[in-house]
């Protein structure tokens, strides 16, 4: 199919102007597979949310790499750790904020601040970037996080001893630095597959 420049221009205008914590649609660049055409083993991993999204539905087309996917995402995120929720989520927002991928930061962010009551503050971050200061617990996580996500990882003993002076437990630390590994990798396999949009009304 051809292209107008019309349709440029409306794809243009769909993309997000910066970061948000307003939900937004991912377009990939590669076909997702379709649910009819799918095979039993690709079903079993698009279960509930998943099968209507096109990221997993691409990420299907290897069924075990996203099981295991899947199941380290739900370990991290709503496993038995030391660090409360809401925090997971500020260093996931603050790992794909310093990452530049708008999409994850937008649905992340979204979280932390329904977890945490701290909209406001966690727009602060979307906006002013991961040199935001708000507390200091959340700036000493921010700058953690962000420390480990940097290329290369910047992360010292002088992180890890400013999060324990602050009362932050090793078993939240380590939750910490798995969130931000995680999306160290998340934001980059979504950069590489496609772009987000704005929703159509």
Partial sequence: MTTTP??????????????TQERLDWVPWIE???????????????????????????????????????????????GHGGLPR??????????????GCVYCASVHSSLSSQLSGRAADVQRLLDEGVEVRIDARRDAI??????????????????????REL???????SDIVHAAAFFSWANRLMLTLGEPEVPEA
Avoid at 142 to 163: M, N, Y
């Fill in 32 to 78: 997702p597979i379709a649910l009819t055409d799918a095979t039993e083993d690709q079903l079993a991993v698009l279960d509930g949310f998943r099968a209507e999204s096109p990221y997993f539905r691409l990420l299907a087309r290897d069924p075990h790499v996203l099981r295991e996917r899947s199941a380290v995402d739900k370990a991290i995120f709503y």
């Fill in 86 to 99: 809401a925090e997971r989520e500020l260093t996931a927002t603050v790992t794909s904020r310093l990452n």
């Fill in 6 to 19: 019309a349709d440029e221009v409306r794809a243009v205008a769909r993309r997000p102007a910066g970061f």
């Fill in 167 to 173: 009362g932050v437990s090793d078993a939240e630390i």
């Fill in 142 to 163: 921010t700058d953690f996080a962000a420390a480990l996500s940097a290329t290369p990882p910047r992360a010292t003993a002088g992180h890890v001893a400013r999060l």
